[in-house]
């Protein structure tokens, strides 16, 4: 046991002596600069103070007020969607997969994951989707003989809706960001998105004028 003593006392005494040379204060060497950062609030502060004497925060408003007005009187168009120049018609079923259960307000399982659902068998389409381009005439002539009586949504994919609303006295909306018109996958209008049974039928097809019925 006496052997392994001196061994171990002389590492504890190593580990020491390491440790206060570690530690040891070496002094100074060269020069030292203070730590300058300027306060980041505070510049931005005083860039803001700067733009509103300066008027610029005024025309910042007013060009943020007239870029936004802009974008709703004409959103960005639908890119990659052309003039229908033959009927293309196909079917497109909404059914869908659930990937988690689904459960009730009191944590009951209405739906188990797995199930495949069709939206149409609780939420029928009651009216049809027709996808036009506001700056064509032809096109929104067409709808209007076609439609103008039933309860048909029109939807934008190019042009005014705000004005068309105020010319026509109809409802018009925009397909934002196109995310109708990809999910349908419509790249020709007019197009016509029409329930039949548990499917929906899509149709593009050229705007020809139907003459109006005699009453």
Same mark, same amino acid.
């Given at each position: 046991m006496k052997s392994l003593a001196f061994p171990l006392c002389a590492t504890a005494l190593a580990l020491v002596v390491a440790g206060q040379a570690q530690a040891r204060d070496y002094g100074q060497h060269g020069t030292v600069w203070p730590v300058i950062e300027p306060d980041l609030l505070a510049q931005i502060q005083a860039r803001l103070l700067h733009l509103e004497k300066t008027g610029e925060t005024a025309k910042l408003n007013e060009e943020l007020k007239r870029r936004t007005i802009a974008r709703v009187n004409r959103p960005t168009p639908v890119a990659g969607i052309a003039l229908a120049s033959m009927v293309r018609r196909w079917s497109f079923d909404p059914t869908i997969t659930v990937d988690a259960d689904i459960k009730d307000d009191k944590g009951r399982t209405i739906i188990t994951r797995g199930t495949r659902v069709n939206p149409l068998d609780t939420v029928p389409l009651r009216a049809p989707l027709v996808f036009l381009d506001g700056d064509d005439k032809a096109q929104i002539d067409w709808a209007l003989a076609r439609y103008g009586r039933s309860a048909a949504k029109f939807i934008l994919?190019?042009? /005014?809706? +705000?004005? +068309?609303?105020? /010319?026509?006295?109809r409802r018009f909306y925009f397909d934002q960001g196109g995310k109708l018109s990809e999910h349908f996958a419509i790249h020709a209008v007019p197009a016509v998105v029409e329930q039949q049974g548990r499917q929906l039928l899509v149709t593009e097809q050229p705007p020809k004028i139907i003459p109006a019925r005699s009453s």
């Open positions: 994919v190019d042009g /005014a809706p +705000l004005e +068309l609303m105020k /010319a026509k006295q």
